[in-house]
């Protein structure tokens, strides 16, 4: 990898570190959060959403992945038995039917 998507890499694991149990992001979110921290620094933004899926695939075992989710609430498919499963341990709110972050009251948002 080039500095810039290692710089892009760390700044989306240490961003979904942070997220608190029984919350959510979705991938656009991430990536918003990050290009809007990245113009404040005076930083060229990097990526999108699917850089940070991508990012979360290549390295994000180590961090609560199952926090993050698409836009409609879903996490990956690949991993949605178990990623449901974990948020729904935490108290993630969840769809009526099970399969979804009930993102209007699970979405979360960091402080800066």
């Known amino acids: 990898m080039r500095d810039g ?27 918003e959060v ?25 390295a994000g075992s180590g961090v609560p992945w199952w926090r ?4 409609a609430g879903r996490p990956p498919a690949r991993h949605a038995t178990r990623a449901l499963a974990l948020l729904a341990k935490e108290g993630t709110p969840l ?7 009930a993102l209007r009251r699970a979405i979360w948002f960091p402080d800066d």
């Open 34 to 58: 990050l290009a809007d921290r990245a113009l404040a620094e005076g930083r060229r933004p990097f990526g999108g959403p699917r850089h940070v899926g991508h990012a979360l695939a290549r």
């Open 5 to 31: 998507q290692d710089d892009h890499l760390e700044a989306v694991l240490a961003l979904v570190e942070q997220i608190p149990p029984g919350r959510a992001m979705t991938y656009g979110t991430i990536a």
């Open 95 to 101: 769809t009526a039917d099970g399969e979804r972050v």
């Open 68 to 71: 993050v989710v698409n836009a």
